[in-house]
């Protein structure tokens, strides 16, 4: 004989399943049995053979397969656990329950049901019944609540303790009250819809899920079981068992809300939201609005200022469309930095009048966040909702098109910000360094071109220190703070964020390579425009970080950069002119 260690996981699964006093059984899509245990086998006297691949109307009389089968579409179709209580082939009663058989994937893959026969429980139940008078110390000290109710009134006759302070109702309350009156609405109807197939004895008992409201307004889910009850006081009752389910349910709630909605904004993920338009658009909830919203320069921030910075930046702009808006269901994050708004029985009037407070609620917003948005509109079932989506589309793009570049010119003026409120030594003399690289573009006859590039290197130059400590939040600030960052790491820093944005890819590269004037590296590793930023910023730095004259200032520079053979002779064109600018400033 093989022992407990010997036997694999499916053996002893099998061997679990066949020892069950009640039917076990797995269908598949098409009500196909696929797996059955012995009790199924030896109660109706079947074979494996005569029962694996067949279905119920193969097997049972039509009367009871056709209501087996029935079920079995209702789990599938709709994906929920059914539970209800039948008379057998031979009379007994059973209590069904089904649930949907998915696979790894979380797919459907058919049914998995039991159907222990309960004959007997409901037998000795009616027996608990007549003895109940008897046993007043145990009705009153059950964990669960208990009550018994007049069928006909729905109003209370007896309960204990556990119950009361379960329903949170006093006992003049349930003693007057009917149970609809502190039911939660949602599950009235399903609680009558039981109680008549109770009261005409179409089923002996029930079970169900349900709210009650409480007398301070509070809620309580519970799980309900009633069965008929007769004794010689309490005719025509039936009896109701209740146990508090409300931390399950709040812990499912979650998990449900977990899987619809982006853990970020709290807003609904692509799948929820794009659930929500297709329903509008199956209700016809004309005329349909599509606002779509994405947030400019994005990757700039997570580059910049880390990605703390750009989660602020989205969680800022889910809060503003959340108070913009009356349909809270109708936002979604399609995207990483894209939101959609689908607004039903909304006309483009009302449309545009929300794109424009979601516009002037940013403004209000401090940080750094711009976006670009676009909408439109469906009127009729003659145009697709898909149709709508890519015309919303379209017209963001085109909003970014048109204000892209501004946008973005904001944003990294914004970053620049930041860094000369941390390092404000270095914004005095950024001012003279901008009319310098003036002087100095005139001077050397730079085109046009590289007249803006020098200006926009000086702008940009320190851009990469908003990496370093006390420009970021979250968690990269850490990792700033507690490493030494050099002037080489600040410019690399700065080439990665400015090498992204169109049109700056030439400031780009004069940033990273402007520390290299110091350093004595081949003349032609690197441009001339990065030499000439070198060499100014380093000046200014001489002459007002250490408040040297002008003279000693030069004189100092020339030590340090002037000596490189490479530099020499960019440096004595240089001298002069800074001499004659900065000479009134000294």
């Known amino acids: 004989m093989k022992t407990m260690d010997e036997m694999d996981e499916r053996t002893i699964l099998e061997k679990i399943l066949d020892s069950l006093p009640f039917e076990v059984f797995v269908k598949d899509r098409e009500s196909r049995y696929v797996y059955v245990n012995r009790f199924i086998l030896e109660n109706d006297g079947l074979s494996e053979e005569e029962i694996i691949g067949k279905r119920d109307v193969d097997i049972y009389p039509v009367e009871f397969s056709q209501m087996f089968e029935a079920t079995d579409r209702e789990v599938i179709e709709r994906g929920k656990t059914l539970k209800f209580s039948e008379r057998n082939i031979d009379g007994s009663i059973l209590y069904i329950q089904k649930k949907p058989f998915k696979n790894s994937e979380g797919e459907i893959m058919g049914v998995l049901g039991y159907t222990p026969d309960i004959s007997e429980e409901f037998k000795e139940n009616l027996d608990l019944k007549r003895e109940i008078s008897k046993y007043k110390g145990i009705f009153e000290k059950a964990t669960i609540g208990i009550a018994i109710y007049d069928t006909p009134t729905f109003t209370a006759k007896s309960f204990n303790n556990a119950f009361t302070e379960m329903l949170g109702r006093s006992a003049e309350e349930l003693l007057t009250l009917p149970w609809e009156a502190y039911s939660h609405p949602d599950e009235v109807q399903e609680n009558h819809d039981y109680m008549d197939k109770l009261i005409k004895g179409t089923i002996t008992g029930f079970q169900m899920e349900k709210r009650y409201i409480r007398s301070d307004n509070s809620i309580i889910w519970v799980h309900m079981t ?18 508090d389910i409300t931390e399950r349910k709040k812990a499912e709630e979650e998990v449900l809300f977990m ?55 989205l969680k800022k702009l889910s809060a503003v469309i959340k108070r913009v808006t009356d349909y809270k269901e109708g936002i979604g994050r399609v995207g990483g930095d894209e939101f959609m708004i689908a607004l039903p029985e909304t006309d483009s009037l009302k449309t ?30 003659k145009q697709s909702i898909t149709d709508i989506i890519q015309i919303a589309d379209s017209e963001m793009y085109q909003d970014k098109r048109l204000n892209g570049w501004e946008n973005i010119i904001e944003l990294i003026d914004k970053i620049i910000k930041r860094v000369e409120d941390v390092y404000p030594s270095e914004a005095k003399y950024k001012k003279i360094m901008t009319e310098l690289a003036e002087k100095i573009s005139d001077a050397l006859g730079y085109s046009e071109k590289t007249r803006e590039d020098l200006l926009s290197a000086v702008k940009y130059w320190d851009i990469g220190k908003v990496r370093a400590a006390g ?9 700033y703070s507690n490493n030494l960052i050099s002037e080489t790491d600040y410019h690399e820093s700065g080439y990665y964020i400015l090498r992204h944005i169109p049109g700056f890819e030439d400031t780009a590269c004069i940033v990273r390579n402007q520390d290299k004037v110091l350093t004595g590296q081949e003349p032609l590793s690197y441009p001339e425009l990065s030499k000439v930023l070198g060499i100014i910023k380093r000046f200014a730095e001489i002459m007002y970080l250490e408040e040297l004259p002008v003279e000693q200032a030069l004189n100092t520079l020339e030590k340090n950069v002037g000596g490189n053979s490479y530099n020499k002779e960019l440096f004595i064109k240089l001298k002069d002119i800074m001499k004659n600018v900065y000479g009134k400033h000294n």
């Open 259 to 313: 899987a619809s909605h982006d853990r970020l904004t709290g807003v609904h993920n692509r799948m929820a939201f794009e659930n929500y338009l297709f329903t509008l658009d199956k209700d016809k909830k004309y005329p349909i609005s599509i606002i779509i919203i994405d947030v400019n320069g994005l990757k700039l921030i997570n580059d910049a200022m880390g990605h703390a910075e750009g989660d602020n930046s």
């Open 471 to 479: 420009c970021l939040t979250g968690e990269d600030s850490y990792y």
């Open 352 to 381: 545009m009048e929300i794109m424009e407070r979601i516009k002037k609620e940013l403004e209000k917003e401090e940080g750094l966040i711009s976006v670009a948005m676009g909408y439109a509109t469906k009127t009729d079932d």
């Open 226 to 243: 009633i069965t008929k009850y007769e004794d010689e006081e309490n005719k025509n009752s039936h009896l109701v068992m209740v146990s």
